[in-house]
Structures are given as C-alpha cells and as structure tokens.
C-alpha cells in the first residue's frame, strides 16, 4: 500500500504560481512512475504531469507543457509540481498518484485512473482575481 501526502495548494491569482509537492514513505517509490492528475468540478480526472523517477522520463498534458514542471527528489522521497502562469482553467483538485504495474509516466499518463492503485487525498488549487 502506497500512500501520498500532497501539500501546496491554495489561491492564485491568474498568472500567479504555486509549487505542490507529494511525499511518501514507501521504499519502492523510486521504482514506480508518479503522476499530478486533477479533477475539476463537473469533470473527469485527468493526467497533469507524471515522472519515471529511476530513468527521468516526463509526460505532460497539452494544458500543461511549457507552464508546468514536474520534478522528484529522491533524498525526500517526493515529487513536485511547480506552476507557472495559472489559469482560472487550472483550477481542480489536484491529486498525487502511482501504480506499480505501470512501469512509464507515460504509461501512468494514459491509463484510465479508474485503474490506477494509489492516491492521495488532494490538494485544492483555486486560481481566481
């Protein structure tokens, strides 16, 4: 059982940023690809921004290239999701997640979450003027 603490959200104005991190304790992290995905009211949960921590490999949504950087530290054992230029579209519940039968961020990015092992409880981001 893989568990996350997320941490990091909260209210931006449009443009601003916000810098979530995700942590845990469990010693196969390292080994398992981790994903930002959010959900919106009203909408599906969908893949952010996910990383294969032991290779480096990054997979990021349309939405999120070139504003939003995913990053891990093996040392805390965390991963980081630093937001640039916020839109009021960004805002959602954003959530840490990973699955051990998944073995790419890409693969992580692509699979339906409803197939997806571990969560996290979520951070709420709010982007508004």
């Known amino acids: 059982q893989m568990e996350f603490v997320e941490s990091g959200g909260g209210l931006a104005e449009p443009g601003g940023s916000l810098r979530l991190s995700c942590s845990t304790f469990?010693?196969?992290?390292?080994?398992?690809?981790v994903g930002w995905f959010r959900q919106a009211p009203g909408k599906e949960r969908e893949a952010v921004a996910c990383?294969?921590?032991?290779?480096?490999?990054?997979w990021y949504s349309n939405s999120a290239r070139g504003r939003l950087t995913i990053s891990s530290d093996k040392t805390t054992n965390s991963v980081t999701l630093q937001m640039n230029n916020l839109d009021p579209d960004d805002t959602a519940g954003y959530y840490c997640a990973a699955d051990g039968h998944i073995d790419s961020a890409q693969g992580l990015a692509l699979v339906h979450p409803n197939w997806i092992s571990y969560w996290g409880l979520g951070t709420q981001v709010i982007v508004s003027s």
């Open positions: 469990d010693i196969n992290f390292h080994s398992t690809p």
């Open positions: 990383i294969a921590i032991s290779g480096g490999e990054k």
